[in-house]
């Protein structure tokens, strides 16, 4: 397949968009996971000590 | 040991606090410092610490490794708790632990002060009863002979109190010395008592009170020889000597710890990347859009604004450690200032610099730079930046000094970095061929760079020292 | 249920909950979609293939400044009725649209460099947004300077309004200055100018984008929720210890 002129232009602007769109998932997806896992660990504490 | 003090006298602001104090205390014995306020407590206790020195007169400590400053066997508990609002409660105790010694676990630390449920919280949550135990940790954690306490017992219900009792009993049971600045008791027993009455600003004996300004020690503690002294345990026991951290260690918790704060939330890392771009971006506004004499003054055009963006960012570099008191501890107790100035500047460039460094290629493309042009001027960058921070580190120490930030500071230092400046951009114009080779300017930059990395950090350190 | 209940953290996370998945997938098969009709859409008589990074440089570049209007009625909720997921979403969508608007000066450069030689020129319309993208940027280092949320969150509501005036000037910036950037050629009163074989693909890219920011948005604001409810725990604890 010949490749279209200028075709590293063109991978580097889609390569670029696959880039940005998989860290914008990775970011909400391991954020989300994080703050589960502190809640998670604080709701482990509050059960644990009762007052005080 | 013996920590003595003779015919102290100490002015400050041109105001005399106090004279002719002394004092002399044993291993095993307790001094209490009381008085109104003003009086000069605290002033007295800085002194001990070394952090002030004295008009008149001169403290002594005997019986230990005679290297030693008073610093460096004591801890200096102060008003203030050294504590980063943004590190958790076990990352600020393991801190000070790997920087003041070869700490017990900071564990045990925080269980004795009942903290140890609390761990993982950042210290920002915390209340002052739970800050000032945080602070008393830090005693425990790292043995040092001698404590220097200011109002210990501000902000602890009785209940913290009471520990606090247990807790300085117990370090005078093992031969400890405990100095404190106190307004009440403090429920040790058998503590001597040294009375600041403090008076009007420039009073001498007075004619009115007999004693005047002048003190002395009351209390049990004088006794001739082959009196017995109170039982505060086994007085005949020596401290044990303090246990200090390696150079290495001390000035490694530094740097983490400075990188750590930088990338937490309210630290300011990357802060200055906006900021080069944002005059990258403001110079086509004033220049005009014309790419080929963009192309002419692109490299001198990151170089200002890697310049401003460096010098701006300095200023709270050392003030922040000021505020919180964690300034005092590192100037007395740490490694030689030169290095641990050296290491919060190394830590300081790797989150403000050498994002500007990784950053100006891109900018480079947005004024229009070819690709030698681009990497020679990041290559400039890479090798001047540090000289900028380095340099910057005396105008970051004058803001300690000085007791004021602001624009004041890059405007006394920017005539320091134009030598860098000028070989850093003519380094750069340079690599695309011309009359003059780039190993020219280019090796004179770096070598301004390893210039600064000497002067700097000499600089900053004997400001930080004469800071009042 | 009612729009009101939507105010509601708790019931707002449990919506997100059930969507989320739903706008994952329509997500995905818009892009399917998109992707075949891009690959299927003739080269440009000019300018060959390169036409097609038009596919996510003008999708981006939307977005960017969809997003902005998003976060200015984010910011009249912050202001204007105290509305409690109000600086959520504000502070949510900043991060997507930075990224969208450095998506369409990066494409935009790889389009330029070939098609009219430059990666970069100071023009209106280019640096309107790059001026957009700095903006987005400092919005960012706002949120993550200030400690308290209420307080950073009235703070950038303000700037964001004040940096609305941006949207109209990048909107217009083709039509009343002299620029390199290629005028309006979609969104005009007379209908778009474009041809259908190549209007199709972009909308479809276009409407797939705005489905990514959609489930991105809703997923970064309940993150955002949960970041809170953190901090407010952690100050109970630090209280009852």
């Known amino acids: 397949m010949t490749l279209p002129a200028h075709a590293a232009f063109i991978i580097a602007a889609y390569g670029a968009t696959i880039a940005v769109v998989i860290a914008l998932i990775a970011w909400v997806i391991g954020d989300y996971r994080e703050q589960k896992r502190v809640l998670a660990e604080l709701d482990a504490r509050g059960l644990g000590r009762k007052a005080g | 040991m013996k920590l003595s003090g003779t015919d102290l006298a100490c002015v400050r602001a041109g105001l005399p606090i106090f004279r002719d104090v002394s004092f002399a205390i044993e291993a095993g014995q307790a001094l209490l410092i009381t008085g109104p306020n003003g009086s000069g407590k605290t002033t007295l206790l800085r002194l001990i610490a070394g952090l002030i020195r004295p008009t008149q007169g001169h403290i002594m400590l005997g019986g230990v490794d005679p290297e030693a400053s008073i610093g460096e066997e004591a801890h200096y508990l102060a008003h203030q708790d050294a504590l980063k609002p943004s590190l958790t409660v076990a990352e600020n105790l393991g801190f000070w632990s790997r920087f003041l010694g070869p700490g017990a676990s900071p564990e045990a630390a925080l269980a004795a002060v009942g903290l140890d449920s609390l761990t993982g919280l950042p210290a920002a949550y915390l209340s002052a009863g739970q800050r000032r135990r945080l602070s008393l940790a830090r005693l425990l954690a790292v043995y040092r002979p001698i404590w220097l306490l200011d109002e210990p017992t501000a902000a602890l219900d009785a209940d913290g109190q009471a520990s606090l009792a247990k807790l300085m009993q117990d370090h005078l049971a093992s031969g400890g010395i405990i100095v404190a600045a106190t307004h009440g008791p403090l429920g040790i027993n058998g503590a001597s008592e040294l009375r600041l009455s403090g008076g009007e600003p420039g009073c001498g004996p007075g004619p009115a009170s007999p004693s005047g300004a002048r003190e002395e020690v009351r209390g049990n503690e004088a006794v001739s020889p082959g009196r017995s002294r109170l039982a505060v345990g086994r007085i005949t026991t020596q401290p044990q000597a303090a246990k200090r951290a390696t150079v290495r260690q001390s000035l490694g918790s530094i740097f983490i710890r400075d990188v750590t704060i930088a990338l937490r939330v309210g630290g300011g890392a990357l802060m200055g990347v906006l900021f080069f771009l944002a005059v990258v971006t403001l110079i086509p506004f004033a220049l005009g859009p014309d790419l080929a004499l963009l192309r002419r003054v692109g490299p001198a055009v990151l170089w200002l604004g890697a310049l401003l963006a460096s010098l701006l960012a300095l200023d709270r570099l050392f003030a922040a450690d000021q505020d919180d008191g964690s300034l005092d501890l590192i100037v007395t107790s740490g490694p030689p200032l030169e290095l641990t100035v050296g290491a919060k500047a190394a830590a300081h460039w790797l989150t403000t610099g050498l994002p500007l460094v990784v950053a100006s290629p891109l900018f480079g493309v947005l004024l229009n730079l070819e690709p030698g042009s681009i990497g020679a001027t990041a290559l400039t960058l890479l090798v001047g930046t540090p000289a900028l921070t380095l340099i910057g580190l005396i105008g970051a120490a004058l803001a300690v000094a000085l007791r004021r930030g602001g624009i004041l500071l890059p405007v006394l230092v920017l005539p320091l970095t134009i030598p860098v400046l000028i070989f850093g951009v003519a380094a750069a114009h340079a690599a695309l061929g011309g009359p003059v080779r780039f190993a020219t300017p280019f090796t004179i930059l770096c070598a301004l760079t390893l210039i600064s990395l000497v002067i700097g950090p000499f600089a900053a350190a004997a400001t930080l020292r004469h800071t009042e | ?241």
């Open chain 3, 1 to 241: 249920m009612a729009l009101i209940d939507l105010a509601n953290p708790s019931r707002f996370l449990a919506l997100v909950g059930r969507v989320l998945p739903w706008l994952a997938l329509a997500t995905a098969i818009a892009f399917a979609i998109g992707i075949v009709l891009v690959l299927m859409a003739p080269d440009d008589y000019q300018q060959g293939a390169t036409v097609k990074i038009m596919f996510v440089h003008v999708p981006a570049a939307w977005l960017a400044s969809l997003i902005w209007v998003v976060m200015s009625i984010a910011a009249l909720g912050t202001l204007a009725w105290r509305h409690p997921l109000a600086d959520v979403a504000a502070k949510s969508a900043a991060p997507i649209g930075a990224a969208f608007t450095f998506l369409c000066l990066f494409a935009g450069s790889m389009w330029g460099r070939p098609m009219w030689g430059t990666y970069w020129v100071w023009d209106a319309r280019l640096t309107s947004v790059l001026v957009m993208f700095l903006m987005y940027l400092g919005l960012i280092a706002l949120w993550h300077t200030v400690e308290d949320p209420t307080r950073a969150g009235r703070t950038a509501a303000i700037l964001i309004l004040v940096g609305a005036i941006n949207l109209p000037i990048i909107k217009f910036s083709v039509d009343w200055w002299n620029t390199l950037h290629q005028g309006t050629s979609v969104f005009r009163l007379e209908g778009p100018t474009i041809y259908p074989t190549i209007l199709a693909p972009l909308l479809v890219m276009a409407l797939a984008f705005t489905l990514l920011f959609v489930t991105l948005h809703l997923a970064a604001m309940r993150n955002e929720i949960l970041r809170r409810r953190v901090r407010t725990l952690r100050v109970l604890q630090a209280h009852g210890a």
